[in-house]
C-alpha cells in the first residue's frame, strides 16, 4: 500500500537559517511527489513537484526539494526561511501507474520560522 | 492567474440535515476532486470525477455522498444525511489531466460543522 511520512509535527528555524522539512514515501514503482503549503484558513497551495528527471526540482517562493530514490525521501528545503513561511507542509504522492493516481498524504509537518 | 473557487467558506448544520458544497474548477481542466480534512488528521481523498462520472472513489464515499457537474462551471459534493463526524474541511481540486503528472489545484475549502 501506498504511503507517505512526515516524521516531524513541527520544525522551528530561526529567520535567515536554512530550513528542511522532511518526507518519505512508500510507493510500488516511480512516484510522483507533491509538496502544498496551507497558510492559517487557507487552502492547500501547490509549490512543487518532482515526475522525472532531475532530482533537484525547484518551486515557489525559493522553495526546492531533492528526491532520492535509494532513501525513498523528498525533503523540502530553504536556503534562507522567512518568517512568511510560517505554516503547514504537506508531501503528498501519487503512484506512476493506474488509472487516475489520486494522491496519497503525509500528516503535515507546521514550520515556524521565528523572527 | 485562474484558482479552485468554493462556496460557502463555513457551513453549519444539524445532524440528519443534507448539505451541498460547491466549487469552480479551473475552467480548462477536465478532472475534479473532492478530499476532506477533519481537524488535526491528514487530508483523505473521498472522490474524482472525469467525463461526467466517478473514476475513482475512497471507502468513506458511501451512499450519503454524491457528486455531480450540473452545468459546464460548477462541481458539487452532495451530503444526504449529515453526521457529527462529517464535520472537516472539505476541499475541491481540479487538474487538466491525470493526477500525478498533472498537479492538482485545490480551493481554499468549506469548514463544515455538524451540530
Known amino acids: 500500500a501506498q504511503s507517505v511520512a512526515q516524521p516531524e509535527d513541527q520544525v522551528n528555524v530561526a529567520e535567515g537559517n536554512p530550513l528542511t522539512v522532511k518526507c518519505t514515501y512508500s510507493?510500488?514503482?516511480?512516484?510522483?511527489l507533491f509538496w502544498y503549503v496551507q497558510y492559517p484558513n487557507r487552502g492547500l497551495q501547490f509549490l512543487l513537484k518532482?515526475?522525472?528527471?532531475d532530482n533537484l526540482v525547484k518551486g515557489s517562493y525559493g522553495f526546492e526539494a531533492e528526491f532520492n530514490k535509494s532513501q525513498t525521501s523528498f525533503h523540502l528545503k530553504k536556503p534562507s526561511a522567512l518568517v512568511s513561511d510560517s505554516a503547514l507542509y504537506f508531501c503528498?504522492?501519487?503512484?506512476?501507474?493506474?488509472?487516475?493516481?489520486?494522491?496519497?498524504w503525509g500528516l503535515g509537518t507546521s514550520l515556524a520560522v521565528n523572527p | 492567474e485562474p484558482e479552485v473557487t468554493q462556496t460557502p467558506s463555513h457551513q453549519v448544520t444539524q445532524m440528519g440535515q443534507e448539505v451541498i458544497l460547491r466549487c469552480v474548477p479551473i475552467?480548462?481542466?477536465?478532472?475534479f476532486y473532492w478530499y476532506r480534512q477533519i481537524l488535526g488528521q491528514k487530508v483523505e481523498f473521498l472522490v474524482s470525477?472525469?467525463?461526467?462520472?466517478?473514476?475513482?472513489k475512497s471507502e468513506i464515499f458511501d451512499d450519503q455522498f454524491s457528486v455531480e457537474r450540473p452545468d459546464g462551471s460548477n462541481f458539487t459534493l452532495k451530503i444526504r444525511s449529515t453526521k457529527l463526524e462529517d464535520s472537516a474541511m472539505y476541499f475541491c481540486?481540479?487538474?487538466?489531466?491525470?493526477?500525478?503528472?498533472?498537479?492538482?489545484?485545490f480551493g481554499p475549502g468549506t469548514r463544515l460543522t455538524v451540530l
Open positions: 475552467s480548462n481542466h477536465l478532472y
Open positions: 503528498a504522492v501519487g503512484p506512476n501507474a493506474g488509472n487516475n493516481r489520486k494522491l496519497i
Open positions: 481540486a481540479s487538474s487538466e489531466g491525470l493526477a500525478g503528472r498533472h498537479t492538482q489545484y
Open positions: 518532482y515526475i522525472t528527471g
Open positions: 470525477f472525469y467525463n461526467n462520472e466517478i473514476s475513482e
Open positions: 510507493v510500488s514503482g516511480n512516484p510522483y
